[in-house]
């Protein structure tokens, strides 16, 4: 009976370990299109309503609930704290990266977008947002088949540990 049971767990192990690591593929994915999202909009707020860039972060981040729109509400946060633009963008990106979904190559995209905000007129402020709308969609494309591939030899993998592992224990 306990042999049973413990190969039961074992294989719910094996299994579960395989679908958690498949899981941060797609929560990547998840983030990427959410970002690119919430940046299309940010990109729109800043063309057409020419509000200060932190009223613009707090209404583009309520549109969404995920790790870039809290991005947002910690720059905006540290904007009314007197900080440059770039410096709360980084420093915002800095403080939130151990909760972050993104791989860092994501992260340089949105680093180097800080370079650009706020240092020109809305019609170059919005071209800013081009290059790094550009890089993230490839990315998406990357995740997007990262997920696919991978997610997919992750679960099959936990689970064939877990069948390999119980065929041995019996």
Request: proline content about 1%; some cysteine; aromatic content about 6%.
């Given at each position: 009976?306990?042999?049973?049971?413990?190969?039961?767990?074992?294989?719910?192990?094996?299994?579960?370990?395989?679908?958690?690591?498949?899981?941060?593929?797609?929560?990547r994915r998840t983030e990427l299109e959410n970002t690119i999202e919430l940046l299309r909009m940010l990109q729109m707020d800043i063309t057409y309503r020419k509000d200060s860039l932190q009223k613009t972060f707090v209404k583009t981040a309520d549109l969404k609930e995920c790790w870039f729109s809290d991005l947002l509400i910690s720059c905006s946060d540290l904007l009314a704290l007197h900080?440059?633009?770039?410096?709360?963008?980084?420093?915002?990106?800095?403080?939130s990266m151990a909760m972050c979904p993104l791989c860092c190559d994501d992260l340089e995209v949105l680093k180097d977008l800080a370079m650009g905000l706020g240092k020109s007129?809305?019609?170059?402020?919005?071209?800013?947002?081009?290059?790094a709308l550009l890089r993230l969609t490839s990315a998406l494309h990357e995740a997007s088949e990262q997920e696919k591939k991978q997610g997919r030899m992750y679960r099959s993998l936990g689970i064939s540990a877990g069948l390999v592992i119980v065929i041995l224990f019996l």
């Amino acid at each position: 009976m306990f042999k049973i049971l413990g190969c039961i767990m074992i294989f719910a192990g094996s299994t579960c370990i395989g679908l958690l690591k498949s899981a941060s593929y797609k929560s990547r994915r998840t983030e990427l299109e959410n970002t690119i999202e919430l940046l299309r909009m940010l990109q729109m707020d800043i063309t057409y309503r020419k509000d200060s860039l932190q009223k613009t972060f707090v209404k583009t981040a309520d549109l969404k609930e995920c790790w870039f729109s809290d991005l947002l509400i910690s720059c905006s946060d540290l904007l009314a704290l007197h900080m440059t633009i770039e410096e709360a963008w980084r420093t915002s990106i800095e403080r939130s990266m151990a909760m972050c979904p993104l791989c860092c190559d994501d992260l340089e995209v949105l680093k180097d977008l800080a370079m650009g905000l706020g240092k020109s007129d809305t019609t170059g402020q919005s071209s800013v947002f081009e290059p790094a709308l550009l890089r993230l969609t490839s990315a998406l494309h990357e995740a997007s088949e990262q997920e696919k591939k991978q997610g997919r030899m992750y679960r099959s993998l936990g689970i064939s540990a877990g069948l390999v592992i119980v065929i041995l224990f019996l």
